[in-house]
């Protein structure tokens, strides 16, 4: 069975930073396109940053483009999110999600496996 768990949420002020971790249990990881996602209150959730399980390509949302970073380490079954220059409307939870095939990955309904998420909020 494959969990993921988040970590690294909390509360900044704007313009503040913080880094989300997500670890994965499961022997496959180093195979799977890992994604963040988000959700804020009365919205849907939203596509942030993917990164595939080989390759040098990461995929971004617009809105967050130049300001986050997603990488991983499979020694550690981890991958991060790194944000930078947060914005109040960046308040969100957000999840981390793995995709064993990989073909879409900014699509939430391609992916198989998602943690419980973790709160971020960016106080003005």
Known sequence: QVQLV??????????GSLRLSCVVSGRAFS?????WF?????????????????????YYADSVKGRFTISRDN?????YLQMISLKPEDTAVYYCAAD????????????DYWGQGTQVTVSS
């Open 75 to 79: 020694a550690k079954n981890t991958v």
């Open 38 to 58: 988000r959700q804020a209150p009365g919205k849907e959730r939203e596509f942030v940053a993917a990164i595939p399980w080989i390759g040098s390509n990461t």
């Open 6 to 15: 988040e970590s690294g949420g909390g509360t900044v002020q704007t313009g």
């Open 100 to 111: 064993v095939l990989g073909s879409k990955p900014f699509s939430q309904y391609e992916y």
């Open 31 to 35: 195979t799977y396109t890992m994604g």
